[in-house]
């Protein structure tokens, strides 16, 4: 049987209806992401057309010549059932068929189809919700002797040389290009932890996010080198941002749950990381928070 679905290549002019798609289906885009996403690897962001009528979406991009992600899939509710997305599907793992690594994060009603496809689980992924007057919950905790020698900057005074070097030891994949974007994009706010030597020692993002019924906040990546230093960037980033603050944490850190209900944050959503291949042997444990679910 013949398809009628084209895959095309996401365009500069479809970002504002992908955005819009993944807000409805509860993603909750943070200002500028999709952008970002298309910036990152041009030819690993494509959409579905039946005619002239874009019908769906997906991202397999590549961070370097072993590891890529697949994200940002979704079919609109009336052309489901359909196999268009199977077609999307295959289409993305097809672009990254020859890497030895690809991950994902699945709805855990859908780790059965992935795992069918040869991805294997590796950890929960947590979605954490705080609703709030732009300040956490006080605690007592001593912060004190952790930040003995560090000092806490904000946007262009970041060294951003140093942040992508901290960056890269705690990820799956060194991502200078894709991080760049992301720290230094005009919506939202950056900070991060530097020593005298120059040397960072943890960092996080705040950016405006779409929800379903409203607009609220998403704090991605927070990477800390304990959960003292965490809780002090969660606290500074919170400031000054009022009302509904999103935080996926990955299963892989013991630490950010703990420190996540300690500070008011309720759990909302749960998701699954797999990977095809090789896993990248990385431990996450300086990792509280990632970027997004859609580029992993």
Known sequence: MTSFLKIK????????????????????????????????????????????????????????????????????????????????????????????CIGLEAALDRIDDYAGWGFSPSSSTTRWQYIGD?????VDNDLGTDLEGLKLLEGKSIPSRAVQAYDALREPSPRPHFLSDWLYHPAGNVLALVDGNGSCHGFGRIRPCLLIDGEGWRIGPLLADNQQLAELLLRQLVKRHPGVVLFDSPGSNQSADPLLRKLGFNPVSQTMR????????????????LACLELG
């Open 274 to 289: 797999m990977y095809r291949g090789e896993q990248p042997p990385i431990s996450m444990k300086e990792v509280y928070g």
């Open 134 to 138: 732009g300040e956490l919950l006080e």
């Open 9 to 100: 290549p996401l365009q500069r002019a479809d970002i504002p209806r992908i955005t819009m798609w993944s807000r409805v289906e509860g993603f909750a885009p943070g200002a500028g992401d999709v952008g970002i996403y298309r910036h990152t690897d041009r030819q690993g962001l494509w959409v579905g057309w039946i005619g002239n009528q874009p019908i769906g979406c997906i991202a397999g991009v590549r961070y370097n010549a072993s590891y890529g992600f697949i994200g940002l899939f979704l079919v609109i509710p009336e052309q489901r059932g359909q196999g268009y997305g199977v077609e999307l599907w295959k289409h993305a793992l097809n672009h990254l068929e020859d890497l030895s």
